[in-house]
C-alpha cells in the first residue's frame, strides 16, 4: 500500500510554485489555473516515481476523474455508473466461466 505524508504533499505544493515561476498572468483566475496545473504536473510525476508500472495507469485515470469532477464537467453519478457497469462485466465473467476451464477427462 503507498503512503505519503502531508509534508510530502506541502513540499511538491510549493515546488509547483516555483515550476511556475513569474507570471505574466495578471487576473487571479487565470493565475489559480496556472498554478493548478502546474501543481498537478509536478504531483503526477513525483508520485509516479514510487508507483509500480501496474498502478501508474489507474492513478492517473483516478487523478483525470477528480479533476473532471472538480471542474465540473461531469457529475459522480458518471463515475459511480463507469465503475458499476466495469464491476458487473467482472462478476459475469467469474460466474460464466469458458469452456477451457472445465477439466476435459
Known sequence: ???FS???YRELFVKSFGVSGDSKV???KGRVRQLKSEFLKVLYSNVCRSLFEK??????FNMAIK???DDGH???DEKRDLFNKK???LEMMN???TSNNYDKS
Open 95 to 97: 460466474h460464466h466461466p
Open 67 to 69: 479533476v473532471h469532477l
Open 1 to 3: 500500500m503507498y503512503q
Open 87 to 89: 464491476l458487473k462485466e
Open 6 to 8: 502531508m509534508k510530502y
Open 26 to 28: 495578471k487576473e487571479i
Open 74 to 76: 461531469s457529475s459522480g
Open 55 to 60: 498502478h501508474k495507469l489507474m492513478f492517473a
